[in-house]
Every structure is written in C-alpha cells, then in structure tokens.
C-alpha cells in the first residue's frame, strides 16, 4: 500500500523514526507520499525523503493555513523550488476557514496560483479544504473556464455524496480517506458507500487524525491497514481488493515507478 498523506517527517516521530517505518512495512505499507507546507518544514521533509530513498515520494506547496503576513515570500520560495528535482505533486494547498478566516483572500490567491503551476508541470494537486469548499469550488470553476483543468486529490475527505459528486464532476480527482472513516457516527461512512473503490486514496495524514483504537493519540503509517479494513467493511469486499485498487490509484494519479528511487 501507498500512504498518500503522510507528514513522517514530523518531529513526533523523531524518537522512534526506524521503528516507525519497519511497523509500516509490517503492516504493508512501502511508500508514502509527503506533502509541504511551507519553508519551514521543507528541509525537514527534504532530509527525511532521502533517509527513506525510495520510499519517499515527497511534494512541495504552500499550506492554507501557513497563509500569513508573509505569504507572498513563502510563495515565492515554493516557486523557487519547483525546478529542483521531480515532484511527486503540488501540495498540501487549498483553503482552510476553520483555523482563520483572517487571509481568506490571500488564501485564494495562493491556491489558484499553485493549481496553475501544477498544470504548466503536469502535476496533481494534494488539496485541503475546511469549511471553505465553496470558496475552493469556485477557484476550480474558474480555472476551468480558462481550459486550465487540473487533477489531483481532495485530502481527508469527508463529505457528503453531493460534495464528491461535485468532485468528481471536475475529472481527474480521487478522494483521500484515512483515520476519521473509523469514527463513531462519522457521516463519510455512509457517503463511503457510493464512492467507488476506483476514486479512492487512502492516507493517514500521521501523525495526526489515529484511527480508532488509536483515536486521539499519535497517527503513524501502519495505521493505514485499520483504514483499508474499515473501507473494506463498508463497501462489502475483501480488504485485498481495496489495497490493490487503491495502490493502482496512487500509483496512476501520480505517475508513480515502484523500482525508481528518488
């Protein structure tokens, strides 16, 4: 299996990092996919992609909610980064008005100019999106309009069946599902189960966001089979088809060579 959101990078691994990835392998999981989110995590990331050779399929971007007073300077270093080496995907970007809805304007700039950026690359979006899918469909509709057509995935979804619809209305997204699929009375369990297994990603989003039983404790990659077994239980299918059709899915939407180090 893939974790396509995963920040091991994180300093809450640091104690136990070599443990952290052996129980991942153990568990199946053999790569993870590594989204930026700003200038102050990416030496980090960096560093850490090339502990996890080929392993690591790290991304660069620009995070919502790292969108401040100095935006434009963080901008422009993820802008300065974009020729440096093969990215996996532009990402983590969207919009988030739940943590502030004090640059919402500057938020918005800074997604449409990364999507653009994305497309001149040919690369697929990592999108955030919290209480702003509206503000995030509009920014998409009018690209849209200009032919500038992006692909990509929607980050820990969890919405409602006329939410994905609207996704998947766009062409070329999949919806990435993780820990909070185990959750009591979590409603993207029900909307789970008219998503077909073809749109799906899964992640974990580590170290943030355990599944249960972990829920509210530190996230990690092997965590990632409790999600496949969850989706497994909700659509009716045998957890193996889910992590083969997944796998395929992260392996196509980012153009991903197993044997391939980076």
Known sequence: MIDTHSHIYDEAFDADFDAVVDRASAAGVDMFIMPGIDSSCHKRMMDCAARLKQKARPAVGLHPTSVDD????????????????????IGEIGMDAFHSKAY???????FRTQVIWAC??????????????DR??????????????PSGVFHAFSGSIET??????????????????????????ATLKEI??????????????AP???????????YMAIV???VAEIKGCDVAAVEKTTEENAINLFNIKKDTAV
Request: glycine share 12%.
């Open 70 to 89: 100095g935006w434009k300077k963080e901008l422009a270093f993820v802008e300065s980064r974009l020729g440096e080496r093969g990215w996996t995907a």
């Open 104 to 110: 919402m304007d500057e938020q918005e700039e800074v």
């Open 120 to 133: 001149q690359l040919g690369l697929p979006v990592i999108i955030h999106v919290r209480d702003a899918a």
């Open 136 to 149: 995030v469909f509009a920014v998409l509709d009018g690209l849209r309009r200009k032919g500038i057509v």
């Open 164 to 189: 994905y619809r609207r996704i998947r209305g766009y062409g070329g997204f999949k919806v990435g599902i993780g820990g909070v699929v185990t959750f009591k009375n979590a409603s993207i369990a």
């Open 196 to 209: 077909p297994l073809e749109d799906i990603l899964l992640e974990t989003d580590a170290p943030w966001l």
């Open 212 to 222: 249960v039983p972990y829920r509210g404790k530190r996230n990690e990659p092997a």
């Open 228 to 230: 496949a077994g969850k």
